[in-house]
Nanobody
Framework: QVQLVESGGGLVQPGGSLRLTCAASGSIFGINAMAWYRQAPGEERELVASILSNGQTNYADSVKGRFIISRDITWNTAYLQMNSLQPGDTAVYYC?????????????????WGKGTLVTVSS
């Protein structure tokens, strides 16, 4: 069993930066991808960024060029460096991890996303 805990959120002014951390614990051997999602008030949860075992990264168009996803080589930790933050980035951010093609959170609509970490971009 794997546990994923997000941290690093907070209140930041427009144009500022934050780095989110996803700490994985438990039976983490076998993880082959990690990803960050976010959910703004009244909106659906959306994929923000992902990183695969081959090093490929993918970003939502809305954050491309501003956010960077990275991970420790052991898959113990993933990060989301967020730069040039905008009010539209305000959301609860969640991390996820994949074994083969199975994601730990949200499989079959399962409500196991946890608390996430809240990012508020406001002056």
């Amino acid at each position: 069993q794997v546990q994923l805990v997000e941290s690093g959120g907070g209140l930041v002014q427009p144009g500022g930066s934050l780095r989110l951390t996803c700490a994985a614990s438990g039976s983490i051997f076998g993880i082959n991808a990690m990803a960050w999602y976010r959910q703004a008030p009244g909106e659906e949860r959306e994929l923000v960024a992902s990183i695969l075992s081959n090093g490929q990264t993918n970003y939502a168009d809305s954050v491309k060029g501003r956010f960077i996803i990275s991970r420790d080589i052991t898959w113990n930790t993933a990060y989301l460096q967020m730069n040039s933050l905008q009010p539209g980035d305000t959301a609860v951010y969640y991390c996820n991890a994949r074994y083969a093609n199975y994601w730990i959170k949200g499989r079959n609509g399962m409500d196991n996303w946890g608390k996430g970490t809240l990012v508020t971009v406001s002056s």
